[in-house]
């Protein structure tokens, strides 16, 4: 079982930026896909951004792209999201996720089987 710890969310207006970071526990992080998913109020849960284990490929929604950057670093054992450009429409609980069986990328929740508890992004307008 793999340990992920969110941290950096808070409240920001429109326009600011944040950084989220996920740390995660275990010796073998280097070898994990990872992504950040969020979910707002009487939503559904939403992908956001993935990266590979390597970080050299990243894959991101279309409603955060060229606003959002999904980085990691394995000696640190954490994964990171740049929020810039924030929108009240990115309002939601972000969590991170994590894959011990797939290195690659992937936009689908059922592939990650360690989740963290999540931090709240708040973007007033």
């Known amino acids: 079982q793999v340990q992920l710890a969110e941290s950096g969310g808070g409240l920001v207006q429109a326009g600011g930026s944040l950084r989220l970071s996920c740390t995660a526990s275990g010796r073998t992080f280097y070898s994990y896909g990872m992504a950040w998913f969020r979910q707002a109020p009487g939503k559904e849960r939403e992908f956001v951004a993935t990266i590979n284990w390597s970080g050299g490929t990243t894959y991101y929604a279309d409603s955060v792209k060229g606003r959002f950057t999904i980085s990691r670093d394995n000696a640190k054992n954490t994964v990171y999201l740049q929020m810039n450009s924030l929108k009240p429409e990115d309002t939601a609980v972000y969590s991170c996720?994590?894959?011990?069986?797939?290195?690659?990328?992937?936009?689908?929740?059922?592939?990650?089987?360690?989740w963290g508890q999540g931090t709240q992004v708040t973007v007033s307008s």
């Open positions: 996720a994590a894959s011990t069986e797939r290195s690659g990328t992937s936009s689908w929740g059922d592939h990650y089987d360690n």
